[in-house]
């Protein structure tokens, strides 16, 4: 695990991915290899940032390592069941972030899910309309800093506005995970991917639309 934290701290791509697809070969999970290997990089990345010696293009090298390691973690993207429902997944306007969402992409449809990914820097309008378009069974905001927060809590009442009341809202991110459901004014504050997977097979439980 640590030389593929190392890998995706030097943002090499080749090496992170055949340091993922070697603690595949030696039998450790998909789960353990993100919350170990990827977010472990990603939080010393984060302490860089609070120490001030932010460095976008090192940033950006470990973001492309990771989308590497998880291109080859989850090669089709496709799903391995039939299909469970429509999930909307978004971030919202302000917040470039999308490798956590592209995560939650990646596994919501492996595990069964369509997922229409309405991307970075949406338009909250433009989620809500999709939800309704798509018939959704779930809406997802990645929220990575705190400016979003205003527009998170809005989602329930747009969707409620939109006549789309029985769609559950959940959320995810550094920023959106410190800050609890009853606050945002959604359903449930995943702390991984994984954890909202959980959330979504507990509260639509093999809807298949
Ligand atoms: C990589 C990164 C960037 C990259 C983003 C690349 C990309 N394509 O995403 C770049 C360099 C572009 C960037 C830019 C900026 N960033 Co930045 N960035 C980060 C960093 C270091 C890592 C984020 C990350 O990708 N983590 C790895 C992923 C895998 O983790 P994750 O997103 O949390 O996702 C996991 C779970 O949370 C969950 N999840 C995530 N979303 C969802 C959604 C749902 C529905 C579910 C179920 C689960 C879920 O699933 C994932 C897997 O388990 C964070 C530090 C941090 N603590 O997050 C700062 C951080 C988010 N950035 C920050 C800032 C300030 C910025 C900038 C404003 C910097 C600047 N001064 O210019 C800019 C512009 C931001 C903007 N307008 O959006 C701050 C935000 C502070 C705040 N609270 O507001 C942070 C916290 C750094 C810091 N400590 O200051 N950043």
């Known amino acids: 695990m640590r030389r593929l934290v190392m890998a995706l ?31 472990a990089a990603m939080g010393h990345l984060n302490a860089k940032c609070t120490l001030q010696q932010f460095n976008l293009l090192e940033i950006m090298l470990c973001g492309r390592a990771v989308t590497a390691v998880m291109k080859a973690l989850f090669p089709a ?22 490798l956590g969402k592209n995560i939650v992409r990646m596994i919501l449809t492996v595990e ?41 809590r809005r989602v329930r009442g747009m969707l409620d506005t939109a006549g789309l009341s029985a ?18 004014n959604v359903d449930f504050v995943a702390q991984t991917a994984f954890d909202g997977l959980h959330y979504l ?7 298949g639309r």
């Open 9 to 39: 701290l030097d943002g090499d791509q080749a090496e992170a991915v055949g340091a993922a697809l070697a603690l595949r070969a030696a039998g450790i999970d998909n789960g353990r290899i993100i919350a170990d290997g990827i977010e």
């Open 77 to 98: 993207e496709a799903p391995l069941v039939p299909t469970q429902g429509t999930v909307v997944l978004a971030a919202l306007e302000g917040d470039v972030h999308d």
């Open 112 to 152: 069964g899910y369509r997922v229409v990914d309405c991307g970075k820097d949406c338009l909250l309008d433009h989620v809500i309309e999709t939800v309704g378009r798509e018939d959704a069974i779930m809406v997802g905001i990645s929220g990575l800093i705190s400016t979003v927060v205003p527009q998170v």
């Open 167 to 184: 769609v559950q809202v959940m959320t995810g991110g550094a920023a959106l995970k410190q800050v609890s459901a009853a606050s945002l």
């Open 201 to 207: 097979r507990a509260a639509a439980p093999g809807v």
